[in-house]
């Protein structure tokens, strides 16, 4: 009889996501028979109860909005780049049945920003305060950054990324989301906003063609601030990009396995043209 082991996403909205697309096809792709990944809609204040109430088959989850702040309370151990920027993307079962938090969303940053061509010493401005940009610092820091600027709606939010910018040893400046438009000028532009908060902008800005834009969204796509920078000749880099990179990351820390990248690469391509 085969083992089960079952995985999830979760988040809410959660119906357009593409990871079960994935990590399904990553199963197949090494043989592991038994295996499942689902997407399950979850607010935050669900959380805590739904993880408590898993089964002992259940090997893993991934987290999106709203859930990566909420997630370190009720992992039993966090890795140290999860504790310093105070969000994580993943939960891990451990074989005595506590969950460890990480975070996959720095690595898969540094992977898809290094693939764009960014190298040290880039001024990065990222937009927007909540999980993803606390990622994103961490993702400057490894990429030796020269200085982040952060631009957000609340200057509290700002300010919560203060402590995780010093441990991390990023040089950071807030400013106001009405001053968005004079910051796009950097090297790195990530945008970690909901959907629809940053399309305003698409038709305020002027971009420099060497500017490497990243957005985090990938439903829909283009973004309207996407397109703009990439009619400007911007190098883009979409949240498709950054899905990939970071479920690579979550199916080896769930598996155990080398993840079969060509393989979930060309599923998610082909979950894309469906979706």
Not at 41 to 62: R, T
Not at 103 to 125: C, E, H, K, S, W
Not at 151 to 169: K, N, S, Y
Request: with cysteine; proline share 7%; aromatic share 6%.
């Amino acid at each position: 009889m085969t083992e089960l082991h079952r995985a999830a996403v979760l988040g809410k909205p959660i119906g357009h996501s593409l990871s079960p697309v994935i990590h399904n096809a990553g199963y197949a792709a090494v043989g592991l028979t038994g295996w499942s990944y689902v997407a399950i809609e979850c607010a935050e204040a669900e959380l805590p109860d739904l993880v408590a109430g898993l089964g002992p088959e259940w090997v893993g989850l991934s987290l999106t909005m709203p859930l990566k702040e909420a997630v370190l309370d009720v992992a039993d151990e966090v890795a140290p780049v999860a504790a310093t920027v105070g969000a994580a993307n993943t939960l891990v079962r451990r074989p005595d049945g506590s969950w460890y938090a990480d975070n996959t969303d720095v690595g898969g940053m540094v992977r898809v920003l290094t693939d764009a061509g960014v190298t040290g010493g880039a001024t990065v401005t990222v937009l927007g305060a909540g999980g993803t940009a606390r990622a994103a610092l961490a993702a400057a820091a490894q990429l030796k950054a020269d200085g982040v600027t952060v631009v957000a709606r609340r200057p509290e939010a700002i300010d919560e990324l203060r402590p995780a910018a010093a441990a991390l040893g990023v040089p950071l400046s807030g400013v106001a989301w009405l001053d968005a438009p004079a910051h796009v000028t950097a090297d790195v532009v990530i945008s970690t906003v909901p959907k629809g908060v940053a399309d305003p902008l698409a038709g305020q800005v002027t971009w420099r063609p060497e500017t490497v834009y990243f957005d985090a969204l990938y439903d829909p796509w283009p973004t309207p601030l996407a397109a703009s920078a990439a009619a400007a000749g911007c190098r883009i880099v979409s949240g498709l990009d950054l899905l990939l990179a970071q479920a690579i990351g979550q199916f080896e820390l769930f598996t155990g396995v080398a993840a079969p990248a060509t393989q979930m690469r060309t599923a998610l391509r082909a979950g894309r043209a469906t979706n």
